[in-house]
Every structure is written in structure tokens, then in C-alpha cells.
């Protein structure tokens, strides 16, 4: 896809993840727009996938470590034909496949259940490590936020991930600074983040997380690392695209309400009709 589809095409997810969250009255909003460009970019030009097939065995794998930002992760799969997109109306419901966070067992697509931080990364080193052991060609990635990095779990795999030289494994970290109390620094700085990666032994890459030219080189750039693993640091907005809540820690798990959800999506809209000019 050009970077103008791609552009559109993550419009549309983050149209998605604001209907999916109004829909459920509860969830994430906030990361998940501000990583609606790494999904959009995953799902539509860098995994190796196939909706009509989802278990083919030769997928590449994606795991959701900051598993409640689910409504993204969805909204990218339903753009992308693993199941219909009034689906995501339903986000939450009683009965839905769409839970708050993912299930592998009902969603298509989705190769791993999680929502408790820290443990997302260390499942995706393990499906590494097996491509690995068993001569397997497929990729993994897996998308972790700058919050998320306070867990010690996450240090203990990228420290297994380099000792096993899993350059299989491509690490992406939503940098939006912001987690559900406030800033990263306030609540536990992980700060300096790609020295600490660096020093775990992981080829880093820092890019802007909403331009596709810089997602584009990163991801091309870690297919070409060979002996070690790669982590994608990407620099992001909270709430990308809505206005009001760009930037706002209370957006983290705070769904619109009637009024709210029109004003985002007339925004989105008109971001949409502007894209279309170009």
C-alpha cells in the first residue's frame, strides 16, 4: 500500500476503535489510537498473514503484550477481513468474541490471549524461540507500552531473547508517554528507553510512530538484523486523531459518551474527507 492508503486505511481503524469503545460504554481509547498507525502498518504491508486462512502455519505471529488496547488490535482485524466489521459494536458484550482483551480461543486471527502486562513479550519470545528450534521460517512481533516496561517480566525475556540471538523477534514499544495515573516519569520512569534495550543486548530503532515512511525503513531495517533481536521504539501521541483526547491521561480507559463519540468521529470524518483531497 502507498503511504496515502495507509493513512486512510488508519482513519478508518481509529473510526473503528472510538465506535468500538462508545459501543461498550468501557475500554481503552487512548493507546489505541495513539498505535492505530503500528497496527494499520502490521496488518496491511508487514505480517505475513492470510484472512482466510488464520492458522496457516507459516504466519507470522502478533502478540498484544499491552493487551487492553484491544479495541485497535480489533478494529486493524476487522479492516482487514478476519471477521465483519459490525462486529465491533459488540466489543465487551456478554456473548461477543470480542472481550476487553484478546482471546485467542474466539477471536480469528488473534495468536495470543493477554492483558496481564508484562507477560505478552515473554509468550512472543517463546513462539521465537520454537520458529527457531524447529527451523521455521515465520516472524514474531509483539507491541508493548512505555507503561508496561515498569514490569520486571518484560526485562527477563528481552534478556532470554538476546542470549538466544532471536533476530526472529521484533519488539515494537508504544511511547505515547502516558499511562493510566499519568505520566510514565511520575509513575516509575523506564526512561532511557533505547539505551535500555541497547544494553539487553537488542538492535534499537527509534522512529516517529505516525509517519509510514519511518515505520516502513524500521520495519525493513529489522529483517535485516541477523544474531539479535530488534526493538521499534516508536514515539506516539495518546489519542491520536481525536482532539480532545490527545495528550490525555484521562482518556486511557475512559469511553466517549454521545456527545463525545459525535465530536470524534465528525473529526475523523473530516480527516477522512481531507485525505481523500489529496
Known amino acids: 500500500m502507498t503511504n496515502l492508503e495507509l493513512q486512510k486505511t488508519a482513519n478508518e481503524v481509529r473510526k473503528s476503535i472510538v465506535t468500538a469503545v462508545h459501543s461498550a460504554k468501557s475500554g481503552h481509547p487512548g493507546g489505541s489510537l495513539s498505535a492505530a498507525d503500528a497496527f494499520t502498518y502490521l496488518y496491511f504491508e508487514e505480517l505475513n498473514i492470510d484472512p482466510k486462512d488464520p492458522k496457516k502455519a507459516d504466519r507470522d505471529r502478533f502478540v498484544l503484550s499491552k493487551g487492553h488496547t484491544a479495541p ?44 496481564s502486562l508484562g507477560q505478552g513479550i515473554s509468550a ?32 527477563e525475556a528481552s ?27 511520575e509513575v516509575n520512569s523506564p526512561y532511557p528507553i533505547p539505551e535500555k534495550f541497547t544494553a539487553f543486548g537488542f538492535h534499537v530503532i527509534s522512529v516517529n510512530g505516525h509517519d509510514f515512511d519511518e515505520l516502513r525503513a524500521a520495519f525493513d531495517e529489522a529483517k535485516t538484523i541477523k544474531g539479535q533481536p530488534t526493538a521499534i521504539i ?45
Open 72 to 115: 485497535g488490535l480489533y478494529a486493524a482485524l476487522a479492516e482487514r477481513g478476519f471477521f465483519p466489521k459490525e462486529d465491533l459494536t459488540t466489543l465487551r458484550h456478554i456473548g461477543s468474541h470480542l472481550q476487553g482483551h484478546p482471546c485467542m480461543q474466539h477471536t480469528p486471527g488473534l495468536d495470543m490471549s493477554s492483558g
Open 124 to 155: 512472543a519470545v517463546g513462539m521465537a524461540l520454537s520458529a527457531k528450534t524447529f527451523g521455521d521460517s515465520y516472524r514474531v512481533y509483539t507491541l508493548l507500552g512505555d507503561g508496561e516496561l515498569q514490569e520486571g517480566q518484560v526485562w
Open 159 to 185: 534478556m532470554f531473547a538476546s542470549a538466544k540471538k532471536l533476530d526472529n523477534l521484533c519488539v515494537i514499544v508504544d511511547n505515547n508517554n502516558l499511562q493510566i495515573d499519568g505520566t510514565i516519569e
Open 234 to 278: 516508536m514515539k506516539t501521541v495518546k489519542g491520536k486523531g481525536v482532539s480532545f483526547m490527545e495528550n490525555n491521561a484521562s482518556w486511557h480507559g475512559t469511553a466517549p459518551n454521545d456527545e463525545q463519540y459525535a465530536t470524534a468521529m465528525a473529526e475523523l470524518e473530516k480527516a477522512g474527507e481531507a485525505l481523500c483531497q489529496k
